[in-house]
């Protein structure tokens, strides 16, 4: 969403990259956002309130995509942002 986001705006000349800004540095805060679904939990337990087997499995869902999400941010970064400072960019 936000690189969309990001994409759409550019586009249209709505918004422009401050310096130093790069397009892997607005890939790795994308996928930085999805660690930050702390909602999630809640929102399970009020949908699923008489099953406890299928919100502990949407807990473990949400916690996983968490982990996932976070773990494709440090390699995103690692490969991205690596690769944009030793072109000097």
Do not use: D
């Not at 249209?12 to 540095?25: E, I, K, M, N, Q």
């Not at 995509?65 to 030793?86: P, Q, Y």
């Amino acid at each position: 969403g936000i690189v969309l986001a990001t994409a759409i705006a550019k586009r249209l000349r709505l918004a422009s990259f401050p310096s130093g800004v790069t397009w892997g540095g607005i890939v790795v805060i994308g996928t930085v956002a999805g660690i930050g679904f702390t909602m999630a939990p809640f929102i399970a337990e009020l949908a699923l309130p008489a099953n406890a087997e299928l919100l502990g499995l949407a807990k473990v869902g949400v916690l996983a995509a968490s982990a996932l999400a976070a773990v494709t941010a440090l390699l995103l970064g690692r490969i991205l942002l690596t690769r944009e400072h030793a072109a000097g960019t």
